[in-house]
């Protein structure tokens, strides 16, 4: 007889274990020298195992949802926890022809002397022996037998009573209805999930937990290169493979974190956190992806570390980024930084700055485009041009708005300025200078589009020549796309009808008698042609009208001439339009119109703050007085400017020569400022900021009055009901306190009497019981407790903050001395001003200074000096951002938008 064949040796792979499929089944990747990786699917032989619910199949009508088999899924999950990412040996004991399926043995680690799986899950009574396929004289099989015994016998997994089995079946969502309404239910937490497959770098499948939601989420902020579908084959673009394995390698089954941030279409977006961070950071900073725009928006946090990530890998020049070139027109960091005033503001993107050696440069802001003219629908007709002019800053919608804002926030301030990039210069249009302008910290193009005032540039993906603040613009504008702001509002857009006067001698002679009559009114200067010609809109009356000043006789600045040709500018034409412009272009001034030419422009005054622009004028030697202006109210105050000018021979007046007889100068009689203090003591605070004082001079009489009254009534105490309230009369009144004091009955309501204690300010409400009929006697001596209110200040809109204001001065001067003028009446009101009697501080100042009150808009010129003071401090608070001003300047538009919180 021949001998037996000898036995074969068994043969020993390695690999790293990517997936449990089920608990029975495993991928093993390998890395064979010289070659590119393998996977081989290796399925535990002699056992199965449950199996797993699938969802139906979106390209097969038929096609049904399962359900798991009891234990399924923490079969799976027995195998998942023990062996992904980890290094396992395994042996193939045969292959299953047709399938690629290999069955064998795996064992944790690099020899046969591991653990086993197959004997640990049959242990654990997850699985079920094939026993059929055991062969009786194999010692290992046999034991799986006995385990599974000692499983039955313990009652584990799958061996438990039905009741226990019925309890670990999932129930699984495999899709969202509303992914939207799903992503605002997690409230931007991180959830727990597993993930269950990559599709590409950037986007996976994961079960929810413990909820077992499965979604598919596209990484927010990031793009790999994809896997794109040419007919019948799938075709990666270059580095995709790559891009998937290293997201595979990372998160396959792994337990993740993630956080929902946006939804597009069944997608959701979000942020996939791996215990080492944003797995979107590591794609950026190896090269296996770029920066979306579009999703970069919906970035919850860390848009600047992505923006960084994607830069690092740019600098390296490493995968995606191998080929990258940097921009050429970098701007020179000496250049890129400086701080400018903001003198004009061009529609709604663009400014003229001011900068620090007088020269003016003009810049725009980056990344953001202004309203445009609607362009027709497909299908619909275009519409008709107007016969007029065209005017886009009053035609166009929201243009006008957007420019207004920019102009009350930034005109005649000073701003941060940093250059982001300059657009080269085009056959069409201009080098331009794209900018980030700040002030007060607030970007100003996050503030405009966050109102829906101006929409974000998109640009090409490989483009960089964009703001620095890019991601937050986009964020501004969903905000404003979900608030229905401005141009994102579904209602009609505001339509401006103003009527243009300039140069139209008939409209202007319509205009004329309102304009008139209504004295000095409120408008804005639009442009500035000349020293003493400007272009004005009246709010009011929503037309546009040219102004010439009155009373002056001003230089005129270069001009365009027939043919094109230019008219050189008269002798300081330059610098009285430069004056002019600089104290009126785009500003809120007062114009009083008193006459009309024959080419329907209007003659009148135009104020900003206190100061007439005529009067300006002359006094720096760039206009003189016209023989006009003597039969004006304004005729001493121009005289007395031009005899000072001609004094100093400066500018216009550098050659004049005087006269013979010298004419006597006309002083202005200065509006002084009266200052009358008496000492007072504030004895009552109001809930809206008035307060009642007594005066101190008086106090010793109030004092033996009180003593008198409470002597009499002790003496003669009234009979309790005998006295019948009305409105009006003075009565004596029991305070809380006890004692008798005189008071005055406000209103009977019912049972309710509403008192005021007119010695002190104080009110109350209480009963007829407590009041008796005040002795004649004592009806002699006026009110001790005089009403005040605070001249000069605005309280500000909020209730909370005028509590504060309030309960800040309550402390401050209650029952104190202090120094009182009185500044000014409005009807029987006075308005005073407060100073502490010991150190004769400003106490109104303090509060302003404190940020708690706001400085009133007042044009006295006796109070200028006072106001000054006012507007200084209240720039203090501002700088500090003290109470009101936290937030930054409110006090033109709702500042809530400026850097949204929340």
Partial sequence: MSAPPPPQPV???????????????????????????????????????????????PSMDAALETKDEPYAWEAREFLRKKLVG????????????????????????????????????????????????????DDKQQKLIQLEETAKAAGLGKWSGPEEQANHIRDVSWTLENPRHYVDSQHGKPIEAIVEHVRDGCTIRAFVLPSFQYITVMMSGI?????????????PEPLAEEAKFYTESRLLQRNVQIVLEGASNQNLLGSVLHPNGNIALFLLRDGFARCADWSMRVVSQGVEKLRAAQKEAKEKRIRLWKDYTAPT?????????????????INADGMVLKLQDGSERKVFLSSIRFPRTQTPADGEPPKRESKTRSRPLYDIPYLFEAREFLR????????????????????DFPEKTLCTVTINNINIGEALVSKGLAMVVRYRQDDDQRSAHYDDLQVAEERAKKKGAGLHSKKDPPTLRVADVSGDVNKAKQFFPF???????????????SGSRLRLYIPRETCLITVLLAGISCPRASRPGPGGSLIAAEPFGEEALAYTKEHTMQREVEVEVDTMDKGGNFIGWIYVDSLNISVGLVEESLAKMHFSAERSAHAKVLSAAQEKAKAARQKIWENYEEPVEEEKVLEAEPQERKITYKTVVVTEVTDELQFY?????????????????????????????????????????????????????????????????????NREVTSSTKLAALPGAYSGLPAQATAYSLACIQLPTDPDDIQIAVDGFYGDVMNKQLLLNVEYRV????????????????????????????????????????????????DKAKKSRLNLWQYGDFTDDDAKEFGYQG
Wanted: glycine content about 8%.
């Fill in 86 to 137: 980890k290094e396992v040996c395994y042996t193939v004991e045969y292959k299953a022809p047709g399938t690629g399926r290999e069955y064998g043995a795996v064992y944790v680690g690099r020899d046969t002397s591991g653990e086993n799986l197959t004997e640990s899950i049959v242990a654990e009574g997850l699985v079920e022996v094939r026993r059929g396929s055991i062969a009786r004289n």
């Fill in 11 to 57: 043969v020993v792979h390695h690999g790293i274990v990517k997936q449990a499929l089920s608990g029975d089944t495993l991928i093993v990747r390998g890395q064979p020298r010289g070659g590119p990786p393998q996977e081989r699917t290796i399925c535990l032989s002699n056992i199965t195992a449950p199996r797993l619910a699938r969802r139906p199949n």
């Fill in 515 to 529: 304009l008139q009559r209504a004295g000095r009114c409120e408008a804005i200067v639009e442009f500035v042609a």
């Fill in 827 to 874: 009807g029987s009101q006075e308005f005073v001003s407060l100073l502490y009697s010991d150190n004769k501080e400003d106490v109104i100042q303090g509060l302003i200074s404190e940020g708690l009150l706001l400085v009133e808009k007042r044009r006295e010129k006796r109070l200028a000096k006072l106001m000054d003071a006012y507007r200084k401090a209240q």
């Fill in 693 to 761: 004082a007594q005066n101190i001079e008086t106090g010793t009489q109030l004092e033996k009055l009180m003593e008198q009254l409470r002597a009499d009534m002790a003496a003669n105490p009234p009979l309790t009901g005998a006295y019948t309230p009305k409105k009006g009369e003075l009565c004596a009144a029991k305070f809380s306190d006890g004692e008798w004091y005189r008071a005055k009955i406000e209103k009977v309501e019912g049972k309710g009497i509403h008192l005021l204690y007119i010695d002190y300010g």
């Fill in 329 to 345: 027109n970098i701007v020179d960091i000496k250049d890129k930084n400086f701080q400018a005033k903001v003198i004009e503001v």
């Fill in 408 to 427: 009350k926030k930034l005109i005649g301030k000073k701003v941060n300025v940093v250059v982001d990039y300059i657009q080269p210069k085009t056959d």
């Fill in 223 to 235: 793009k790999c290169p994809m896997f794109k579908i040419n007919g019948d084959k799938t075709e």
